[in-house]
């Protein structure tokens, strides 16, 4: 089952984790998601409060899992500074950063990465026509800094192309992998008109006539 750290009981999220059992126990993270996977949970209104907090929980959990997250709860009205801090405090702990916008959205992510942890490969394997994927993948990685496993989390997130290209800038932001800065390239270049509309052609200047 996930595993929650025992200070966590009464977190909000934990009412939104249905999906998956759970169970509290004695662990360094705030979650055990699988044998390789942990995460450290933070407020963001917490954070302004408390900056050394998290520097503190990154130290104590050392480098213990392959794939360690920290889900932020952004629940601030401007949070743009804050989480372009945290994102490179992220960077310096390979840790992964998650952004959730409601206790809600943060339970939906624990449960996912636990659910995920579970599956065989062949069900995260796409089951769609041959070449469609490789086609969709080669079209969004020709974004600047989108790679095949930001494509393909794009693609299990939103289910199409279509649905991608229609998506906020927020909602792809939240998609794991991609983030503020990512999302914002792939939003600008997925709403640029396919065809720019021509500059009139300079015709030839009309001889002033003499007086």
Known sequence: ????LSPQRGNPVLRFVRGVPWEFGDIVPDYVLGPSTCALFLSLRY???????IHERLRSLGRSYALQL???QVDVKDPHQAVKELAKICVLADCTLILAWSPEEAGRYLETYKAYEQKPPDLLRERVEPGYMARVSDCLT???SVNRTDALSLLSTFGSLAAVARAPREELALCPGIGPQKAKRLFE???EPFLKTPKPAAGPKTPLLSQ
């Open 1 to 4: 089952p996930l595993s929650p």
């Open 47 to 53: 954070h302004n409060l408390n900056p050394d907090y």
């Open 70 to 72: 920290l889900l932020l």
């Open 142 to 144: 020709s974004v600047k």
């Open 189 to 191: 270049v997925l709403h």
